[in-house]
């Protein structure tokens, strides 16, 4: 796949997370499209592609953001990090694995933010966090989990017609 | 194993190259940087709002339903240029409305200036609200400059592009104003619980507040003008043993459904310099 198509993308991503996705909320969450698809770009045997699109996708979140600068694009590296763990191989025993990796994607990136914005001073209620942000989000992600998923490994293909992914 | 290794330095350089740029931003030494970068990505990011904004009036407004029904069986023959040119109409004519609203707004404090400014997206992580609005110092937009709706206050701007601004919304958790209630003439201090729930602190307790009560705010601090309506008392609690009452506010204004935003841009905040 071509590297500044991925990136022009995951860009766009991040403006339809900012503009558009975020009016789409159950209690006080909202799916988070950047996350769902590096995610599924690094189970789609893709990792070092992610790594990069995190990074970039990380940094367009947080321009729009008062999470500081750099801890998305921090947060979302070590997700790739994480489900590309022995390349995919942990993940991709079971289809429902994935879903596993979006929970664990999801744990870091929300603890990354969190912690960044306690760190700044920002009021944190962490059981009200939990329940009406973090809860709702991790299910509208696993919901999408799946999808993004398939999405990504038809990409891949397109992208990639010769490779085996895992 | 080669590949391993890599991958592990990929991931190693980002993650530094994220901590760089953390701290940099933090020093202040990315202004210029951002600039460059936030125009197109705003640019983008107002572009898909307003068509978002257009298709949630057309499913949402069902008075005019019979009307669009009548209006898109008319559109289907036509083509998609000029469906695109009859949703940017309607949403202009929305914008008007909402403008005439912010006008008998601002004709309350004429003493005022303003600058109307389109709400182009909402803060991307969930922990934090605040929004993004599609102006900023190229129109004269600075730090701690107060942004009210059509029926009250909205929060106040705590970043600045060239192109683009962040406003802390009353409901923020750091958010904090103070008031004074109309009618029992008592200060207080509204303050935004972490569901976004508002409630005003710090009330004497020889004041006599009652539910329904317009809160205003009161100018102390300079942080934001006096006399602009925060919202109305929902429930009063008073405890003996308590230095303060506590009330539960309803803003006037529905943050879930901000279009467009005044800036009041003659208002001097003591509050200039954002904090580092």
């Known amino acids: ?166 | 194993m080669t590949r391993v290794s890599s991958k592990t330095l990929l991931a190693s350089a980002l993650i530094l190259l994220s901590a760089a740029l953390f701290v940099l931003n933090l020093g202040g030494y990315l202004g210029s940087a951002r600039q460059v970068v936030v125009r197109p990505l705003a640019g983008a990011q107002q572009w898909v709002s307003q068509r978002y904004y257009a298709a949630r009036d057309l499913l949402t407004a069902p008075r005019e339903a019979s009307a669009l029904r009548a209006r898109v069986d008319e559109l289907e023959a036509q083509n998609a240029a000029l469906q695109d040119q009859i949703l940017a109409l309607e949403e202009q004519a929305a914008e008007s409305e909402i403008l005439q609203a912010l006008l008998n707004f601002a004709r309350t404090s004429p003493e005022s200036r303003y600058v109307a400014v389109s709400v182009i997206g909402l803060d991307p992580s969930p922990f934090v609200r605040s929004i993004n609005i599609g102006a900023g110092s190229d129109r004269g937009l600075a730090y701690g400059m107060p942004v009210v709706g059509e029926t009250g206050l909205v929060g106040r701007i705590i970043e600045v592009n060239a192109s683009f601004a962040r406003v802390q919304l009353i409901t923020d958790p750091q958010s904090a104003v103070n008031v004074r209630l109309q009618d029992s003439r008592a200060e207080g201090l509204v303050v935004a619980q972490p569901n976004g729930e508002l409630q005003v602190d710090l009330i004497s307790q020889e004041a006599q507040v009652s539910p329904g009560e317009l809160v205003m705010t009161s100018g102390l601090g300079g942080v934001f003008p006096p006399d602009i309506p925060v919202g109305h008392i929902v429930s009063v609690r008073t405890r003996d043993f308590e230095l303060f009452q506590r009330a539960v506010l309803e803003p006037v204004v529905d943050f879930e459904n901000l279009e467009i935003v005044l800036i009041i841009t003659n208002f001097k905040s003591v509050d200039q310099v954002p904090a580092p």
């Open chain 1, 1 to 166: 796949m071509s590297l500044l198509l991925g990136l022009t993308g995951i860009s766009l991503l991040a403006v339809l997370q900012a503009s558009l996705v975020n009016h789409l909320r159950l209690v006080d969450g909202r799916p988070d499209l950047v996350l769902l698809a590096i995610t599924a770009w690094a189970l789609a045997g893709h990792a070092r592609q992610a790594l990069l699109f995190g990074f970039v996708g990380g940094l367009a979140l947080d321009l729009f953001s008062a999470v500081p600068l750099g801890v998305s694009s921090a947060a979302l590296v070590l997700v790739v990090v994480l489900v590309s763990y022995s390349e995919g191989r942990f993940w991709g025993v079971h289809p429902l694995m994935q879903l596993a990796a979006v929970l664990a994607a999801c744990a870091v990136f929300y603890a990354a933010q969190l912690s960044s914005l306690w760190v700044a001073g920002h009021p944190i209620d962490l059981p009200l966090v939990l329940n009406r942000i973090v809860l709702p989000s991790l299910f509208l992600n696993l919901v999408l989990a799946l999808p993004a998923a398939q999405t990504a490994e038809a990409l891949s293909r397109f992208f990639t017609p010769g490779q085996v992914t895992a």
